[in-house]
Each structure stands twice: as C-alpha cells, then as structure tokens.
C-alpha cells in the first residue's frame, strides 16, 4: 500500500471548527523544530505540502490534510484517511493569552476527535527525555481510547553517533527511527499506519 495522492484540505483553530469526522485521522503531534513538516513531506512525497517554518512554533493552526493510498485489492483499489498537522509545542514566541487558547484548542482535539485513531509523537533523537515529551507522552497515554494507539517516531537520526543509534533502538523497541534526509524510517512509518488503519 503507498500514498498516491495527498491534498491540503483547510485550517481550523479548534475541533469546533474542524472538518466532519467522516475519515480516520493520524495525528503528528511534535516539539517546535522537531521536522513535523519535512517528515509529512516525505511521507507523501509531496515537497511544498506541509510548510515548515524558520521561525519554531509559528505554525499556530490545525492542518487537515487528504490523502489517498493505492491498495493491491481489485475489490477497494484505494483508501482514504486523513493526516493532521498539530501546533509545535514548546519554543512559541507568543503571548500568554495565545498560548492558553492555543493548547487549549489543542487539548480539545486530541481528546475529542472521535475519528482520531493514532498519535504519532515526533521526537527529536539526539534530546531524549526532555521534560516537555514526557509530559505529551503521559498525557496522550491518559487520553488514549481503546481504538487509538500512539506511534513514537524519533527523527533526526542521522545526526546520531552508530553507538547512539543503536542504544535508541534498544531502549525503544516499538519506536520508529527516522532520518527525512536520508528517506530511512519513512516505509516503517507508512506501513505501521497502513496496517493499523486498514489491517494486512
């Protein structure tokens, strides 16, 4: 299975404005700079579809994008999902006001979408065990419904000593490793979410 097709759809600021939940979503939640837009640019081989910014935590809105997966099934040639592009966490030069409104919005969708089924929790590899991931990763396990799971996806590995690559894969055993400029994890990334959403 592979993507064949993956359009913007529309912002929105929070679930009450967000599109009907009439697809399966995955979430790419992540900390600002942590490559959200570069890997959604890879996954679905599209260079401009998600805009990433210079500027860490600029992108303030919740993206919806459509995307259409080619099968090998004669009976359903294709499939369709959705993919939402989360606000960066941490790093935000906004004003506190913004800020509360803003996680606020975001805490609305991640534990209301009734049609959100995975969380993907991009990680930058070379800073584990930063405070502010720890504290995504027990909430989404507190959020989790029984139909969602959470996918941790480190990026950045390539930047990585092998020893240290190697110690993130041993202390990870379920986590996918991703390095966008070298287009490795990416196939893993896909195939986790393929088979989780549609099955084998």
């Known amino acids: 299975m592979r ?15 967000s599109p009907s939940p009439d697809k399966a979503e995955v ?14 640019n890879t996954l679905t081989n599209r260079k401009g579809l998600a805009k990433s910014s210079s500027t860490p935590g600029k992108t303030q809105l919740i993206n919806y994008f459509n995307i259409k997966f080619k099968t ?18 941490g790093y935000a030069k906004v004003s506190k006001s913004l800020k509360r409104d803003w ?20 990680i930058d590899s070379r800073h584990i065990g930063l405070e502010i991931d720890k504290n995504v990763d027990e909430f989404l396990k507190a959020t989790k419904r029984g139909d969602q799971i959470i996918i941790n996806a480190f990026t950045k590995i390539d930047k990585l000593k092998k020893n240290d690559l190697q110690k993130l894969k041993r202390n990870n ?17 896909q195939n986790k979410i393929t088979e989780y959403l549609f099955g084998n």
């Open 173 to 189: 055993p379920d986590g996918i490793f991703i390095s966008n400029l070298k287009k490795q994890g990416v196939i893993d990334l």
């Open 27 to 40: 979430a790419f939640l992540g900390r600002s700079n942590v490559g959200k837009s570069s890997l959604l």
């Open 103 to 122: 996680n606020s919005n975001l805490t609305g969708y991640l534990e209301q979408r009734p049609c959100l089924q995975i969380f993907v929790h991009l």
């Open 3 to 17: 993507i064949v097709e993956a359009n913007f759809m529309e912002s929105a600021q929070s679930i009450q404005d």
């Open 72 to 89: 090998d099934k004669e009976a359903m040639p294709f499939l369709y999902a959705r993919f939402v592009d989360l606000p960066g966490f």
